[in-house]
């Protein structure tokens, strides 16, 4: 009966690592279904680009309200979870503050765990106001409706209680502390707690022991909750900002990615040793026919998968776009939910028949993304150049406006005759080609 405690402890932190781990393998198996793309070139730029935006939040203080505050909470959040650590080695030995021989260091790091925490609480009730309050636009839009906008207060709520425990925890240890309580050492600094402290005075100490033990036991359950709720929650970028930088595209902003199967196509017409007149190769076994531009997840890459998985829903990149803040339809926030959900839905799909894909008569084209979304596009890049981690809507976009024009045939009027006149003209006006420099003479 001694060591029930650690018992549980260790079957607690099992559950929660082992579903983790379970949701980790779906996560890496749905961004597998994407395309292959190589993202391994110019490795100290890639190393570069990860350091500065997603460790160093460089993105973020452009908005400089919102970035400080960010940072309060990334960093706050990030560091006061090293005591984790300590949580863990305590639990499973039964232990109490196992790092208080470190002493001052100690003392200094438990103080400056506190003084984070009450950052956390201030910037994330800061949060809840410009979402709730004051209801800021890019947070009150209508992309931003039913679960998203329930799963952003959750975080926020999340976040508050697992930093209050924190300090409850810490309070009541200084208070029996205080008292002498055995196994309660003299360790750490508490310039936070140290305020809360008094308002357990006239507690027996056995009341304080179970406040303490309770607040330690909510604490560790609360971050092993929070950890496998980041599967099905906006805040798995705080996993995957990093590996997302990191493979975001390095190449200028505007760069149009040509096929790889129309590159070829091309390179044959230019051949003079080849024959014109020569069929395609027949396709190998299993590999799937051909096709431009993408109808569904499975036709994107798995970048692009990572980017709709990443995707914060911060909604800076709607609320840059020119076509959404003229009244289109186009939300680059909607465009990477969309995705996400689709890809969602496919995974699911996968669970229930045994690891394989049924067509199950719906894709990403149409059923979540309209063509008129897609053709409201400028492709100005606003989107990509205000994305936090260099989340790439446009790219989802072009592939699949790709995929109306070579397979559907589906461009508007107006782009289709522009194409028709290239193709005959050589330029995109309706006059030959005769007269393409008529213009000069007029200088």
């Known amino acids: 009966m001694a060591y029930i405690d650690n018992v549980l402890f260790v079957l607690l932190l099992a559950a929660g690592f082992g579903y983790f781990a379970v949701n980790v393998k779906k996560?890496?198996?749905?961004?597998?279904?994407?395309?292959?793309?190589?993202r391994f070139d110019d490795a100290p730029a890639r190393w570069r680009n990860m350091a500065m935006i997603a460790l160093g939040q460089s993105k973020m203080v452009r908005r400089p309200v919102a970035g400080?505050?960010?940072?309060?909470?990334?960093?706050?959040?990030?560091?006061?979870?090293?005591e984790l650590l300590e949580i863990i080695i305590d639990g499973v030995f039964g232990t109490h503050r196992i790092f208080s021989f470190m002493g001052g260091f100690y003392s200094f790091l438990i103080g400056f765990f506190e003084i984070l925490a009450l950052g956390v609480i201030v910037s994330v009730v800061t949060f809840w106001i410009r979402r709730n309050v004051i209801k800021l636009w890019r947070f009150a839009h209508g992309d931003l409706k039913g679960w998203p906008k329930s799963d952003?207060?959750?975080?926020?709520?999340?976040?508050?209680?697992?930093?209050?425990?924190?300090?409850?925890?810490?309070?009541?240890?200084?208070?029996?502390q205080g008292l002498g309580s055995?196994?309660?050492?003299?360790?750490?600094a508490f310039p936070v707690s140290?305020?809360?402290?008094?308002?357990?005075?006239?507690?027996?100490?056995?009341?304080?022991?179970i406040i303490e033990r309770a607040a330690w036991w909510l604490h560790i359950t609360g971050i092993l909750l929070f950890m496998n709720y980041l599967y099905f929650s906006k805040h798995l970028h705080i996993l995957l900002a990093f590996p997302n930088t990191y493979f975001a595209k390095l190449e200028p902003k505007g760069k149009f990615e040509n096929l790889e199967s129309v590159t070829a196509e091309v390179k044959l017409m230019m051949d003079p040793n080849a024959d014109p007149f020569a069929a395609a190769p027949p396709a190998a076994e299993g590999e799937l026919p051909a096709k431009f531009g993408a109808s569904d997840v499975h036709d994107l890459n798995w970048v692009q998968l990572l980017n709709a998985y990443t995707c914060t829903e911060c909604g800076r990149c709607t609320s840059s776009c020119p076509a959404n803040l003229t009244g289109k339809?186009?939300?680059?926030?909607?465009?990477?939910?969309?995705?996400?959900?689709?890809?969602?839905e496919v995974g699911r799909n996968i669970d229930k028949n045994k690891g394989t894909?049924?067509?199950?008569?719906?894709?990403?084209?149409?059923?979540?993304?309209?063509?008129?979304?897609?053709?409201?596009?400028?492709?100005?890049?606003?989107?990509v150049e205000a994305c936090p981690v260099n989340i790439d809507p446009l790219s989802i976009i072009m592939d699949m406006r790709r995929y109306l024009v070579m397979e559907q045939s589906a461009a508007p009027t107006e782009l289709n005759g522009m194409m028709t006149n290239i193709e005959n003209n050589g330029a995109p006006w309706q006059y030959s080609q005769?007269?393409?420099?008529n213009w000069k003479e007029e200088l």
């Open 27 to 38: 996560l890496v198996r749905n961004i597998k279904l994407g395309r292959d793309v190589n």
């Open 68 to 82: 400080f505050l960010h940072i309060i909470v990334y960093v706050g959040f990030v560091i006061i979870n090293i």
């Open 152 to 176: 952003a207060n959750i975080i926020l709520y999340f976040e508050t209680v697992l930093m209050v425990l924190f300090l409850t925890m810490n309070g009541t240890d200084h208070y029996l």
């Open 182 to 188: 055995h196994h309660y050492i003299q360790a750490g």
């Open 194 to 209: 140290g305020f809360i402290s008094p308002l357990f005075s006239g507690l027996s100490e056995g009341t304080a022991i």
């Open 329 to 344: 339809k186009l939300s680059p926030r909607k465009i990477m939910m969309d995705t996400r959900d689709r890809l969602e």
């Open 357 to 383: 894909f049924v067509d199950d008569g719906k894709s990403l084209l149409n059923d979540y993304i309209t063509p008129e979304e897609l053709w409201a596009c400028t492709t100005c890049n606003g989107c």
């Open 434 to 437: 005769m007269d393409r420099l």
